[in-house]
């Protein structure tokens, strides 16, 4: 049975108007095998994150290696389309619609029953504002409102880009409850995010990319645990000399801001080994605790740099769009040319069918 997502030594370079090219994505492979996980597609921003699912979805042709979705090739996506539901950078909705005709248009275009909205709406938590305009929802319920539409196909692998970007602490908490019980439904679901502690919380394999280049991927637990070291963090009086005893052992401290307190880099099976040797030069500790491996020091560890810090949220307010596949039979719509795809005119949206139309 072929993985949900295959990408195999993908890249992709773009021609600069002015001479020269941009190397967006190098010999990177991912690959996503198991309903029901979430894997994070980590790394900073300009990294190759949204090239990658653009050309994931057909969106971009690749300059070399390829990518499957389902096991077909992404350059005939449109066969696998209605299994796949997906929010690439910065979606748009009409502003003046409630978010119920907003999903409505969208059902329509992909010729999805009226009957998907309600359920969709339960889904992300806004049952009881679908009849209120998109203008009038927060920037957190405009992006469930996007995850809502991406939802009405009922797909097997939910792709989001950013999904949490300029969200406020209770936005981002309440999109990752969401992202979780979307996956826990049974489906894949992949998650670009720079945001590293987000992702920590909610993924369960993580692939990491920096300047285009695969960095690592695997299981959160076994990249933290490859990449970073666990820490014990010591509570004891007279911590300069308790740091020269243990230094004349072999274990090497830092301090800490806290007066009394003591970093450790090495794994708690040396807890015991600690002990005896402050114990046999007559101190004794006060407290000791275990610092579990994270994932931002993973990051940091095999990558060199941090990762960047989310963006601004949008000050204009404009409304998210959700990306519109073509239909089975109908080709992929690739960016024209060689050249990045240029930002989308937020004022313009595009105009709704009527009430006549297909």
Known sequence: MSAIVEVDGLRKVYKRMTGGEVVAVQGLDLTIGTPGTVHGFLGPNGSGKTTTIRCLLGLVKPSGGSTRVFGV??????????????????????????????LKLLARISNIPSSEIDRVLHVVGLSDRGGDS?????????????IAAALLKNPELLILDE???GLDPAGIAEMRVLIRSIA?????????SHQ???????????????????VQTGSLDTIRSQAASDSVILTIDDRASAAAV??????????????????????????????RVLANSGRYLRGLRVERATLEAAFLNLTGSPANHP??????????????????????QHTPGNYPPPNPNPSAPPMPPTDGGH
Not at 74 to 101: C, H, L, T
Not at 137 to 142: A, D, F, I, V, W
Not at 251 to 273: C, Q
């Open 163 to 165: 999904p949490a970007n």
């Open 196 to 214: 590293l502690a987000e992702i920590e919380q909610v993924c369960d394999e993580v692939t990491i990319i920096s300047n285009g280049a695969l």
């Open 246 to 275: 243990l230094q004349a052992a072999g274990i090497m401290t830092s301090a800490l801001p806290n007066p009394d307190e003591l970093l450790v880099e090495v794994g708690e099976e040396r807890n015991a080994e600690i002990t």
């Open 311 to 332: 963006q601004a949220p949008n000050q204009m307010g404009h409304p998210p769009q959700v990306e519109q596949f073509p239909q089975p039979g109908y080709p992929p």
């Open 184 to 192: 826990d439904e049974g489906r894949a679901v992949l998650v670009s």
């Open 73 to 102: 090739d992404s350059r005939n996506f449109a066969q696998v389309a209605s299994r796949v539901g997906a929010i690439v950078e910065n979606p748009k909705m009409f502003p003046k619609f409630s978010g119920y005709k907003n």
């Open 134 to 146: 998109f203008e009038s929802y927060s920037l957190g319920m405009k992006q469930r409102l996007a």
